[in-house]
């Protein structure tokens, strides 16, 4: 999973190993403060070795490695997958992201760096899209910015043979 770490205000790459974590993190400061940012992660976890790539509105980051993750990558069938909190053994939804999110989406396949370039303009990446978070229409979105939701107020879920189920947060 990718959280932002405070004060730091940089991305931390998480990864279970099986028997132990990679952690690996983005400059300290690499996030800034009352700005909309564009993120993605990549990494190709079938080698433990391997580290992911972490991108900040388009541009690759330079990564430490506080932890090295140790064994195979653990299996995570039937794992709970959350974006803007976390549950874990000792932490049931209990530290909500202090921000914004909008356009989370999930692909089966690592991106390239021409495709998140792309994502970063405005383009459309498809081809392996299996999650697209809740969005409003362009058309509607005056509606919605600045504007507290109400049950009235629809927003729509892509969710493109995703494996699973939603839990409201």
Do not use: C
């Not at 370039?117 to 229409?137: E, K, N, R």
């Amino acid at each position: 999973g990718v959280s932002v770490s405070a004060p730091l205000r940089a991305l931390v790459h998480y990864q279970k190993g099986a028997t132990g974590a990679g952690n690996w993190v983005t400059p300290e400061n690499s996030i800034p403060l009352d700005a909309w940012v564009h993120v993605v992660t990549t990494r190709d976890s079938s080698i433990a070795a391997n580290a992911p790539i972490l991108y900040i509105n388009g541009a690759a980051q330079a990564l430490t490695t506080p932890s090295v993750q140790v064994g195979p990558t653990a299996d995570e069938t039937g794992a709970s997958f959350s974006i803007g909190n976390w549950k874990t053994v000792t932490q049931d939804y209990n530290d909500a992201f202090p921000g914004k999110i909008k356009d989370a989406r999930v692909y089966n396949r690592i991106l390239s760096a021409e495709e998140v370039s792309s994502l970063y303009a405005g383009g459309a990446v498809t081809d392996g899209l299996v999650f697209h978070g809740m969005f409003v229409q362009p058309s509607r979105l005056a509606e919605y910015v600045d504007h507290a939701l109400t049950s009235d107020m629809n927003e729509t879920v892509n969710v493109n043979w995703t494996v699973g189920k939603t839990k409201g947060q």
